[in-house]
């Protein structure tokens, strides 16, 4: 129901002898000033790779970390200990020590509806949600030989050319987990503080990695001017595939967005940029184990 709106429920029954009766009621839902939800994300029902954390944004900022914590549980089939661990005040993440078990069934339950949050703020939501967690995949790209290798329950499925940062623009370093794809999507320099530098209205196969604007992506402009790929980075921080204008083609870019899971992992190393911040996307996993611990409410 909406938050803060006023409901009228009208009701007949009738017995089974035919007698009718009727009741009124009229009702008041608690206000969004008052109250809290949580947007997460995965959804129920969906399949994800092994690196896809269970993440809540609330609403509101919460002060009583701990009794909001308490009320939402994941467990896997699989046996992990899953932990969450607190981004300032409106988000929480859960994930186990290690990835996922590949083919596993996590259960989170939400139990919010009526805990209190913040000072006379409460949540309004219960219900369980069950996502299933997929095949093994983690592609690590190496920014020093461009290239990315793609392995698959163990098995290497296919290395192919890369195109990491330039030297002024370079690729973070670490875990990061596949949190989008788009089939096509414009990339302008301007969105994420980089001035005029590019403005490309159709860019293939977008597959995001970060919050502030990192993806791995099809590129069909490299080969303008410039060698080879896998020769050297030329992008503004991203990673870039070979493709084709309107991607349409049997390229590197088309068959790895076809083969991606959101939630699927992709490692780069050997960049000389920092490591990605965990809180940067869904990217948790580059925090240790104990610092994640720490950061747990419950």
Not at 56 to 73: E, G, L, M, N, Y
Not at 173 to 185: A, F, H, P, W
Not at 264 to 273: A, Q, T
Request: aromatic share 8%.
């Amino acid at each position: 129901m909406e938050r803060g709106t006023k409901y009228r429920i009208t009701a007949t029954a009738k017995d089974t002898d035919g007698r009718t009766a009727a009741a009124d009621s009229v009702f008041t839902t608690v206000s969004s000033a008052n109250s809290f939800i949580g947007t997460y994300t995965p959804d129920g029902g969906t399949t994800v790779g092994v690196g896809m954390p269970v993440s809540f944004t609330f609403d509101k900022a919460i002060s009583d970390r701990k009794s909001v914590q308490s009320h939402i549980t994941v467990t896997s089939s699989s046996g992990q200990e899953v932990v969450g661990h607190w981004f300032g005040s409106q988000r929480l993440d859960f994930r186990p020590e290690e990835y996922w078990k590949a083919g596993s069934k996590v259960t989170m339950k939400i139990d919010l509806d009526g805990v209190e949050g913040a000072n006379d703020v409460y949540g309004v939501q219960k219900k369980t949600v069950t996502f299933t967690v997929g095949r093994a995949q983690v592609s690590t790209v190496d920014a020093n030989t461009q290239t990315m290798t793609v392995v698959r329950d163990g098995k290497t499925m296919k290395s192919v050319p890369i195109s990491a940062g330039d030297a002024q623009h370079t690729t973070y370093n670490g875990q990061m987990v596949i949190s989008e794809k788009i089939l096509q999507t414009r990339m302008d320099s301007r969105t994420v503080g980089l001035g005029g530098e590019y403005d490309i209205p159709d860019v293939p196969h977008a597959i995001r990695l970060t919050t502030s604007g990192t993806f791995l992506h099809g590129n069909y402009w490299y080969n303008q001017g410039n060698p080879p790929f896998g020769r050297q980075g030329t992008s503004h921080g991203c990673v870039g595939l070979r493709d084709v204008q309107g991607g349409q083609g049997d390229t590197p870019a088309k068959w790895f967005y076809d083969n991606s899971l959101i939630g699927d992992v992709v490692v780069v190393k050997n960049s000389p940029d920092d490591t990605v911040a965990p809180d940067n996307g869904l990217n948790g996993w580059n925090m240790p184990w104990s610092e994640w611990v720490a950061g747990s409410a419950a």
